[in-house]
């Protein structure tokens, strides 16, 4: 499985720590200049339309997303980006609207995207996309669109897709038993949690184990944040080798 970092926008100062991450996502809505060499240095860069950002801010809503997407098209061909998602805001502009952007989102990069399936887009089209494609992506876990308690269903989402020689992004799926889905890829922000909540993380055999500091205050959140990097490239790392790409 392919575990990408996602957001390392905010987080210059790991920089260096960055360079050595096999698989990184970003949002084009976030993307700082600092971040164009971590395009080619991780093995596998996955870019992200910024839907999730529109989805939860109210305030965004109205934005041009004509312009958006001309923008978002010239950054791909900019940068020769190779793994890109549409634009999925069915909930602002519709299904309808969304088929449109994605047309001319492949026809102006000569590549195709990455398709976002939503369980509102229904069974039909879900199958339609892992015939049509070869890299699509299940949204709606971040947002709790897919329920915990539905999670059981998502192998089945997975197998259904390898029998079309399809593979399957889980957006924003991160788990403590994440690689008993079968995902070929899925991203998290979880790496920053650490800063956030002081803990450190610690890649213990399989899986990552934060540990917090009781009745401690949190002097340098940095260096915090630079240790369970590191930790979590070394489980990004070990999911990759498990054979399961």
Request: hydrophobic letters at 35%; glycine letters at 4%.
């Amino acid at each position: 499985m392919r575990l990408f970092l996602a957001s390392p926008y905010a987080q210059q100062y790991l920089d260096e720590e960055f360079k050595k991450s096999l698989f990184i996502l970003e949002s084009f809505f976030y993307f700082k200049e600092w971040e164009a060499p971590l395009i080619y240095s991780a093995k596998d860069f996955l870019l992200d339309s910024g839907a999730f950002t529109f989805l939860n801010n109210q305030k965004l809503k109205s934005v041009d997303f004509d312009g958006y997407l001309k923008r978002y098209i010239n950054f791909i061909n900019m940068y020769d980006i190779r793994h890109f998602f549409e634009l999925d805001i069915d909930k602002i502009v519709g299904y309808k609207k969304v088929l449109e952007y994605r047309e001319k989102l492949e026809y102006e990069t000569n590549k195709k995207c990455i398709p976002v399936w939503h369980r509102s887009r229904g069974k039909d089209e879900y199958y339609r996309l892992c015939e049509n494609y070869d890299y699509i992506a299940v949204g709606g876990l971040a947002i709790k669109e897919i329920k915990k308690s539905e999670y059981k269903f998502l192998n089945a989402l997975c197998q259904i897709a390898k029998e079309r020689d399809c593979k399957v992004h889980g957006l924003g799926f991160t788990q403590s038993d994440t690689e008993s889905y079968k995902f070929y890829s899925c991203d998290s922000t979880s790496w920053q949690s650490g800063g956030r909540f002081a803990q450190v993380h610690k890649f213990c055999y399989d899986r990552i184990k934060p540990q917090s500091f009781k009745n401690k205050r949190l002097i340098n959140y940095k260096e915090l944040n630079r240790l369970n990097l590191r930790e979590w490239i070394k489980y990004q790392k070990y999911l990759y080798n498990k054979g399961h790409d």
